[in-house]
C-alpha cells in the first residue's frame, strides 16, 4: 500500500514489482516497458494527487488495475505543480482498446472525488481501499 518511490518512473516499476507473480501477467519486462514509454510521452497526473499510469501490451493477458498509495507524495511532473499521493496503474492487453479507456474514463471519474481520495488516503489495508472502492461500485 505505501509506495516509496519518489518520481514517477520509479512508482510504475514499484507497482509492477507487485505484478510479478500475477498469473494474468505474462511478460512483466514488457508491460514495464511500455508502461514507461507512455509515461515519458505525457505525465498521466490527472490533478488532485493523482496518477493513472496506463499502457497496453502483449504483456498482460487480461485487464489489471493495480493502485498505489504514497503518504509523502510522489513527483509525478503534473500540470498542476502537486504531488501525487494515489497511482492507479491500469494495464490491458492489445486487442482490449474499448475496455481499457472506458476502465481508465471510469476510473480517472471515481478518483476525482474529494471525499474517495480522502477515504483511500486513510485506508489502513488493502482490504479497506477495496472496500471504499466497491462502495462507489454500489453507487452506480
Known amino acids: 500500500m505505501e509506495l516509496k518511490a519518489e518520481d514517477s518512473f520509479r512508482a510504475i516499476r514499484e507497482l509492477c514489482e507487485l505484478l510479478e507473480d500475477e498469473p494474468e501477467?505474462?511478460?512483466?519486462?514488457?508491460?514495464?516497458?511500455?508502461l514507461i514509454k507512455r509515461e515519458k510521452v505525457e505525465s498521466t497526473?490527472?490533478?488532485g494527487?493523482?496518477?493513472v499510469p496506463h499502457a497496453h501490451s502483449e504483456g498482460v493477458r487480461s485487464l489489471i488495475i493495480c493502485l498505489g498509495i504514497s503518504k509523502e507524495g510522489i513527483?509525478?511532473?503534473s500540470t498542476d505543480g502537486w504531488p501525487v499521493h494515489i497511482v492507479?496503474?491500469?494495464c490491458a492487453p492489445d486487442r482490449n482498446f474499448k475496455d481499457y479507456l472506458g476502465c481508465i474514463k471510469k476510473l480517472s471519474?471515481?478518483?476525482a472525488r474529494r471525499d474517495i481520495r480522502e477515504a483511500l488516503l486513510k485506508a489502513g489495508d488493502p482490504e479497506e481501499v477495496t472496500e471504499v472502492l466497491k462502495g462507489v461500485e454500489d453507487e452506480a
Not at 501477467?25 to 511500455?34: C, E, K, N
Request: cysteine-free; aromatic content about 8%.
Open 45 to 47: 497526473a490527472v490533478g
Open 49 to 51: 494527487g493523482v496518477a
Open 88 to 90: 492507479a496503474m491500469v
Open 75 to 77: 513527483e509525478f511532473y
Open 109 to 111: 471519474k471515481i478518483l
Open 25 to 34: 501477467v505474462s511478460d512483466i519486462r514488457a508491460l514495464r516497458s511500455a
